[in-house]
T-cell receptor
Framework: KNEVEQSPQNLTAQEGEFITINCSYSVGISALHWLQQHPGGGIVSLFMLSSGKKKHGRLIATINIQEKHSSLHITASHPRDSAVYICAVSRNDKIIFGKGTRLHILP | EADIYQTPRYLVIGTGKKITLECSQTMGHDKMYWYQQDPGMELHLIHYSYGVNSTEKGDLSSESTVSRIRTEHFPLTLESARPSHTSQYLC?????????????FGPGTRLTVL
């Protein structure tokens, strides 16, 4: 079993829909990261959080430390949001990555 | 925008060739990392460095080697490329001592070995 599990693995939605991607982890962590990887392969850090909630534009990330769970929400989704969203956790000076959620937003 | 660069972006090469993938960053970060990512799979750490003259193997065994002679430069070398080395290689960096380890990624090198 992976230490970082994401669901769903794949998600297709219509433009404008509210999107939720979930991440569960099984180890102690110092922080959790949400990353975005576009088809070209480059990775961008969206959020780094250790408690509570963060918001940036249409993106919202939450974390529940007790339940070892985090969610990434996208409001008013747009085709340009289509990408792979990766959850990762910082542990012992390293980062452990989930397999990612492939999101496809249809116009 | 992160100032971390990788060259080449794409490389197609024959079996047995020696290759070096370049990675450089202008942020003055002490920590640098190399990840390998197969299509549709998660990133796996293959090498990392805490600073000049420091190199460590990551969680995934790799036949590649790295060097860190300058803070800004962290090249990865394959002495004899094989088809099993075909993958995407991503370089990243972070500040030393940053507890939460936010990493900045380069654009990646997509390697194909024929």
């Amino acid at each position: 079993k992976n230490e970082v599990e994401q669901s769903p693995q794949n998600l297709t939605a219509q433009e404008g829909e509210f999107i939720t991607i979930n991440c569960s982890y099984s180890v102690g962590i110092s922080a959790l990261h949400w990353l975005q990887q576009h088809p070209g392969g480059g990775i961008v850090s969206l959020f780094m959080l250790s408690s509570g909630k963060k918001k940036h534009g249409r993106l919202i990330a939450t974390i529940n430390i007790q339940e070892k769970h985090s969610s990434l929400h996208i409001t008013a989704s747009h085709p340009r949001d289509s990408a792979v969203y990766i959850c990762a956790v910082s542990r012992n000076d390293k980062i452990i990555f989930g397999k990612g959620t492939r999101l496809h937003i249809l116009p | 925008e992160a100032d971390i660069y990788q060259t080449p972006r794409y490389l197609v090469i024959g079996t047995g060739k020696k290759i070096t993938l370049e990675c450089s960053q202008t942020m003055g970060h002490d920590k640098m990392y190399w990840y390998q990512q197969d299509p549709g799979m998660e990133l796996h750490l293959i090498h990392y460095s805490y600073g000049v003259n420091s190199t460590e193997k990551g969680d995934l065994s790799s036949e590649s080697t790295v060097s860190r002679i300058r803070t800004e430069h962290f090249p990865l070398t394959l002495e004899s490329a094989r088809p099993s080395h075909t993958s995407q290689y991503l370089c990243a960096s972070s500040e030393h001592g940053a507890t939460y380890n936010e990493q900045f990624f380069g654009p990646g090198t997509r390697l194909t070995v024929l």
